[in-house]
């Protein structure tokens, strides 16, 4: 019985040796000298173009992605053309406009404009209301004295003035000047307005609390290019008939 089991453990440990022998002629041995397993995120070598792809970037494992640097670039528009709804691009005005430009290339005259509505629609109702704070940071000096003047003179009289906007219509560019760092931009404002002064006892003295009258003004904003305060303020005004 012993006898038996020793062959039987001869066999096998034989089957094991024979099995090990062959794996190691199979999977080869180290050397010292193998190359390190490749970073499967590295950088890989641009395949050559074949013969038939010369002069030509055709790489079968190049995708184009649009907008790249050698596409073909559209021609961007006149810079008039951005603007041309406010002023022909031959106009004076539109010149004037590309004279701010070359100084403060982030100036936008739609935003201007849009600016000068609001700023409009402040300043005639801080002078109904006598805002002298709100006025003294929209006008200019020579005008708010004159803005002054006229509130002072009301409040004597024990007049009080209401102003109610019921639209702007227009908001038209009519002059656009640069003169050294000195830039002023005229526009024509057509407003809809509801404007009325009272006496001391509530009796109406001019206008009507109830009738929408069309204003013309032209006023006219100023402001040194390249300052850091970015406000426009209004330099002088005027009536249109």
């Known amino acids: ?26 999977l080869g041995q180290k050397t010292g000298h193998e190359q390190p397993p490749k970073d499967p995120f ?13 002069g030509a970037d055709k790489r079968d494992n190049v995708i184009r ?4 640097a050698n596409d073909p670039v559209a021609p961007e528009p006149l810079a008039a053309e951005r603007w ?3 002023a022909p691009p031959d106009s004076p005005v539109s010149a004037g406009i590309e004279a701010v430009i070359r100084q403060e290339p982030g100036f936008d005259p739609h935003d201007f404009v849009n600016g000068a509505k609001a700023a409009y629609e402040a300043i005639v109702t801080a002078f109904a209301r006598g805002d002298r ?3 003294k940071g929209l006008l200019a000096k020579e005008v708010y004295d004159g803005f002054e003047q006229a509130i002072t003179e ?3 009289r024990g ?24 830039a002023q931009i005229t526009i024509a404002f057509v407003s809809q307005l509801i404007s009325v002064t009272r006496d001391a006892q509530g009796g109406v003295v001019d206008g009507s609390a109830e ?17 850091r305060d970015p406000n426009w303020l209004l330099v002088a005004t005027e009536s249109a008939a």
């Open 1 to 26: 019985m012993q006898n038996s089991f020793d062959m039987q453990t001869l066999v096998f440990l034989a089957l094991a040796v024979f099995v090990a022998w062959k794996l190691r002629s199979v």
């Open 42 to 54: 590295a950088r890989r070598e641009t395949p050559p173009l074949r013969p038939d792809q010369q």
């Open 65 to 68: 992605l649009p907008g790249a």
């Open 84 to 86: 041309k709804d406010l």
């Open 133 to 135: 704070k709100t006025l």
């Open 154 to 156: 009301r409040e004597k």
């Open 159 to 182: 007049e009080k003035a209401e102003s109610n906007f019921v639209s702007i219509d227009k908001a038209d560019l009519a002059a656009v000047e640069v003169k050294g760092k000195a």
């Open 211 to 227: 009738q929408v009258s069309e204003v013309n003004d032209i006023w006219t904003f100023s402001r040194q290019l390249g300052s």
